[in-house]
Structures are given as C-alpha cells and as structure tokens.
C-alpha cells in the first residue's frame, strides 16, 4: 500500500497568512494526488485533483503543486473560512489512501 | 445539484450486520462509480471500497481491512448504492461516507451515517 504522510499535523496562523501543507508519497505516483477540506461535523469537500486542478467551486487562493512522491496546498491568503482539517488522497493504485490530516487553526 | 443521502446507521452490537444506503439525484447515477470511505472517531479518512458502473462492468473493489465482511451494490433503478457490513466489529465504528469516484477522486459526498458497534 501507498503510505501518504502529511506535515505538519497542525498549524496555527492568522487570517491573511500564507499557509503551505506537505504531503509526500511512500512511492511515486505520478500526479494522482488530490486535496480535500474537511469542517467539523461535515464531509469533506474536494479542493485540488491531479495536483494542481482546482476543482470547480474551489477558491483562487487554494493552490496545489507537485508530482512524484512531494506535494504540496499552498493557500495564498488565509480567510476564517479556511480553518478546518485538510486531507491529501493518493489515486495511482489500489487501495486509495489518505494523508493523516493537517489541521488549521486560529493563531 | 448533486445530492447523497446516506441512511441505515445506528448502534449494533460486535459479530451483527448493518445495511447502509446511500441515495443519490443530481446527476446521471448510471455512469458513475460509487465509493465508500469512513471516519473513526477523531481518525482520519479511510477508504473502503468502490462499485464500477455497470457499463464498466459493475465490478466491486475493497480495501483488506473490510474484505469478505463487506460489500458494496447498487440498484441503478433506484440510484441508489448499499453498503452491507457482516461480522461488524468495535473498530468498524465510524462515520460513513458514501461519494462518487470520478477519474480516481471523491468529487461528491453525502452527509455520512453513523455506525456504532458496541456491547
């Protein structure tokens, strides 16, 4: 299986900031990587797939780079919005897997 | 718009089955792969398995934790996809999600159903 590890678990930050989460792949896979939020007692909700697609809906300000085994959710200007718990996803192969989860929180 | 409504959740005890469904509107439910992915309590996200459209052939993918207790259908009269879990244990507890699997990403999600398992 694909082991996907995110840092850091959590951050503290400040509306306005500029905020990067890592995500780095136990093997290559390519692009097959994508981002999600997720609110507390909500579903989580798709933000970038194949890397760097935003998806439909997504704010400008959410951004995602990377191919191989490193990645990275870059979110330009933090907004209070954005303070949830953002989870990479693997898709090159069976079974799918997730990042652990990075948690943004209010500085 | 796309709507998923999960239902069937509730409290069962170790060893006993539980059904969930997961209605779907909003888009054409025929074409699409469906897929499962639960929660545990303050976990992260674990995937648990896939249904093919049938013009994909219909066929069924699971991840080991849950394979051979569970499996994944549907009833594309209904638009309606099911999770059937057997030999449910403690660690099976967790919010459950079901969402459309469109080029190997989860582009829509219900609200999740709880399943408690517990003694």
């Known amino acids: 299986d694909i082991q996907m590890t995110q840092s850091p678990s959590s951050v503290s930050a400040s509306v306005g900031d500029r905020v990067t989460i890592t995500c780095r792949a136990s093997?290559?896979?390519?692009?097959?990587l994508a981002w999600y939020q997720q609110k507390p007692g909500k579903a989580p909700k798709l933000l970038i797939y194949a890397a760097s697609s935003l998806q439909s809906g997504a704010p400008s300000r959410f951004s995602g780079s990377g191919s191989g085994t490193d990645f990275t959710l870059t979110i330009s200007s933090l907004q209070p919005e954005d303070f949830a718990t953002y989870f990479c996803?693997?898709?090159?192969?069976?079974?799918?897997?997730f990042g652990g989860g990075t948690k943004v929180e209010i500085k | 718009e796309v709507q998923l409504v999960e239902s069937g959740g509730g409290l069962v005890k170790p060893g006993e089955s539980l059904r969930l469904s997961c209605a779907a509107s909003?888009?054409?439910?025929?074409?699409?792969?469906m897929s499962w992915v639960r929660q545990g309590p303050g976990k992260g996200l674990e995937w648990i398995g896939l249904?093919?459209?049938?013009?994909?052939?219909?066929?069924?993918v699971y991840a080991a934790p849950v394979k051979g207790r569970f499996s994944i259908s549907r009833d594309d009269s209904e638009n309606t996809v099911y999770l059937q879990m057997n030999s449910l244990k403690t660690e099976d507890t967790a919010v459950y999600y079901c969402?459309?699997?469109?080029?190997?990403?989860?582009?829509?999600w219900g609200q999740g159903s709880l399943v408690t398992v517990s003694s």
């Open positions: 093997q290559g896979i390519s692009s097959w």
């Open positions: 969402s459309t699997y469109d080029s190997y990403f989860f582009d829509f």
């Open positions: 909003g888009f054409s439910f025929n074409n699409a792969w």
């Open positions: 249904i093919k459209s049938e013009s994909d052939g219909g066929t069924t």
């Open positions: 996803q693997q898709a090159n192969s069976f079974p799918v897997t």
